[in-house]
């Protein structure tokens, strides 16, 4: 089993950055799979970005011009660096983890774990 633990976020004003941690634990995730999704009253666990084992990023085109994913395998951990936050971007931020071999990693059945989520406010 893997717990994944997300933290960072909080109540920021629009053009305001955050960045989101996933700390994972039970077991070496290096060669995992994770992705950020955010669930929102309109929109249930909308994919944002995925980061391969191998580094391979993918972004939702709606934030990847503002929003980047990164890893760090030696701390077990997966950071979503959020720039020029929005009101609209105000939601629920979960991180996800999937064994290889992955699936499309678009599309929340594909993972496998999930994180209790991460509440971002953004004000005017």
């Known amino acids: 089993q893997v717990q994944l633990v997300e933290s960072g976020g909080g109540s920021v004003q629009a053009g305001d950055s955050l960045r989101l941690s996933c700390a994972a634990s039970?077991?070496?995730?290096?060669?995992?799979?994770f992705g950020w999704f955010r669930r929102t009253p309109r929109k249930d666990r909308e994919m944002l970005a995925a980061?391969?084992?191998?580094?391979?990023?993918f972004y939702a085109d709606s934030v990847k011009a503002r929003f980047t994913i990164a890893r760090d395998d030696a701390k077990n951990t997966v950071y979503l660096q959020m720039n020029n936050l929005q009101p609209e971007d105000t939601a629920i931020y979960f991180c996800?983890?999937?064994?290889?071999?992955?699936?499309?990693?678009?599309?929340?059945?594909?993972?496998?774990?999930w994180g209790q989520g991460t509440q971002v406010t953004v004000s005017f």
């Open positions: 996800a983890a999937e064994r290889a071999p992955y699936g499309s990693l678009w599309y929340a059945q594909d993972y496998d774990y």
């Open positions: 039970g077991r070496t995730v290096s060669t995992y799979a």
């Open positions: 980061i391969t084992g191998q580094g391979s990023t």
